[in-house]
T-cell receptor, first 110, second 114 residues
Framework: QKEVEQNSGPLSVPEGAIASLNCTYSDRVSQSFFWYRQYSGKSPELIMSIYSNGDKEDGRFTAQLNKASQYVSLLIRDSQPSDSATYLCAVINSGYALNFGKGTSLLVTP | DVKVTQSSRYLVKRTGEKVFLECVQDMDHENMFWYRQDPGLGLRLIYFSYDVKMKEKGDIPEGYSVSREKKERFSLILESASTNQTSMYLC?????????????FGPGTRLTVL
């Protein structure tokens, strides 16, 4: 079973700080990596995708990928209480279906 | 914008009933998926389909079946609902076969089996 691992949290950060969410994966041939945000009682919403080693920035979000170390991370700058949610890491190895981690719960405190 | 819709947000059924969950996407995506999500267990893939009338088992297909008669519609069927099938059910779709394509979720159906 190809694994995608995330720390379940909760990760608590003060408002305005940088939140750092991490994800490791076991399959070296993984090609594409996605971060989803899920608010309580809602469905996952895609916020970032990354395919190449390095950083990818989109507004307050930065995704980082290191294929040699098999990890992908998501940084949220200037964290807001509205960022409080569960963040799901997803990886696609081959075929059609994404493989999801169990998610990290983020709490941004005012 | 991609639109994935599910027939019900909340559903309550009795043990032994046959249950149909419907999912429709409007972006001509080839791939469609059914997941269930439970606290502590994360998202688990039940079935997926990569073309009309084609289906593949996911990680937890037992107790479920699926139907895809039209490209835009993917149905999940619980032949005889049981209490351990109480869960949040999420449908998703994704275009093509490229691993770079993004996947989009519907709003989910919260199913309670009494």
């Amino acid at each position: 079973q190809k694994e995608v691992e995330q720390n379940s949290g909760p990760l608590s950060v003060p408002e305005g700080a940088i939140a750092s969410l991490n994800c490791t994966y076991s399959d070296r041939v993984s090609q594409s990596f996605f971060w989803y945000r899920q608010y309580s009682g809602k469905s996952p919403e895609l916020i970032m995708s990354i395919y190449s080693n390095g950083d990818k920035e989109d507004g307050r979000f930065t995704a980082q990928l290191n294929k040699a170390s098999q990890y992908v991370s998501l940084l949220i700058r200037d964290s807001q209480p509205s960022d409080s949610a569960t963040y799901l890491c997803a990886v696609i190895n081959s075929g059609y279906a994404l493989n999801f981690g169990k998610g990290t719960s983020l709490l941004v405190t005012p | 914008d991609v639109k994935v819709t599910q027939s019900s947000r909340y559903l309550v059924k009795r043990t032994g009933e046959k249950v149909f969950l419907e999912c429709v996407q409007d972006m001509d995506h080839e791939n469609m998926f059914w997941y269930r999500q439970d606290p502590g267990l994360g998202l688990r893939l039940i079935y997926f389909s990569y073309d009309v009338k084609m289906k593949e088992k996911g990680d937890i297909p037992e107790g479920y079946s699926v139907s895809r008669e039209k490209k835009e519609r993917f149905s999940l069927i619980l032949e005889s609902a049981s209490t351990n099938q109480t869960s949040m059910y999420l449908c998703a779709s994704r275009p093509g076969q490229s691993s770079y394509n993004e996947q989009f979720f519907g709003p989910g159906t919260r199913l309670t089996v009494l």
